[in-house]
């Protein structure tokens, strides 16, 4: 009789049709699960994760940080819930460590702390979707801000980056793109997925097409100072009195501390524009309905900033640049795959299928997911960050573990390779 009734009653929910459509196409967490699902048991070599830009499997932060933290919790004075913009003393810490690379001081007041920088990207996202309004994305980008966009049903119009450029912005396609609905557009620097880094002249391009079309520009500076290439990294803030820039970063990748969810916002805006759009006071607002970074994390993090040793970051992006190194000259001699611009930064890097060196593969998902059955190795599929038919590629990664994730690559492209006739 319970299995009937269960069997007869319809029940009135349905599904969310953003929640489904978004995860399963347009989030790496939700590919990254779907391709571990192929992974078969009975290989005993292990898999080899070079999808998501966890970098904890290998690098960890530092004895430093971890104290911090334990002191902030033995204190037992921040176990409360944070103000909405964050503890002062964390915000004046995000303040002071980024206006040390700008020509100007950002006060405390602008900075939002959020939960790591997916929060920053949720909560931007949601302030800008007003009726009507569009803004514009990075094509390849980060999956984040799409899905975000689809759930507030903010219209989204992309921009190519370009790889025959060495991922340069495609300046005339934005300004083909904006209308007088555009509100803003996001830049990812250093770039995830692409791994370059944009120079200063680039930037200063930017930011003069963005003023010119009445546009403010989000700045992703997650990968900031993650860099070992020849350009430095320059935050878009130096820009700030052509454009109005909002900032988002965390401390996950620099730090390789992605579980403690610290990120945030910083409203670089030196002649008060975004103050009388009233951008700020939407953020404020809607802060006070989001969650907040732990309050814990946030105590500890003025101590994280100030103190870390620079030895830490050398030698982490050291490391990076060996990794970098056997990626690219290993890719050489993968004939399926191709890889145009060697990564100067971040942790990430897009490389091109080429589908007349294999058969039997019909696009970049079919190509991760066969891996993945046959080689237990994950890739992430180009078409997740909006580039079909290529691939993305984390090199963070213990140097024999990218060694051998590659090798099995090679033999899975020898094994496809098109057959002479
Ligand atoms: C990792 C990443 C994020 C998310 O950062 P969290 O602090 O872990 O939320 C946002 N943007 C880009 C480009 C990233 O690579």
Redesign the pocket.
Known sequence: MEKGYKKKKKWNFNGNEEVNGSTSTISVRGVYNKLTENIKKEDKRGVVRLCR?DPTDFFKTTNHASHAIAQALHSFHFNCYSPSGGLPKARRAVADYLSSDLPYKLPPENIFI????????NIIITVLACHGANILLPRP??P??ESRAAFCRLQVRHFDLLPEKGWEVDLDSIEALADENTVAMVL?NP???CGNVFSYQHLQKVAETARKLGIFVIS?E??AHITFGSKPFVPMGVFASIVPVIT??????RWVV?GW???WIATCDPDEILQHMEIVTNIRNYLDISCSSPTIVQAALPQILAKTNDDFYTKNLDIMRETVNIFYDRCKDIPCLTCSHKPEG???VMVQINFSQIEGIADDVDFCTMLAKEESVILLPGVTVGLKNWIRITFAVDPCELEEGLSRIKAFGLRHAKKLS
């Open positions: 830009a959020t939960s790591g920088c997916t929060g920053a990207i980008g980060y984040q801000y990812i770039s995830n997925p992703d997650v990968y988002l970063g965390s401390l996950s990748k992605p969810r610290l990120g971040t942790m990430v």
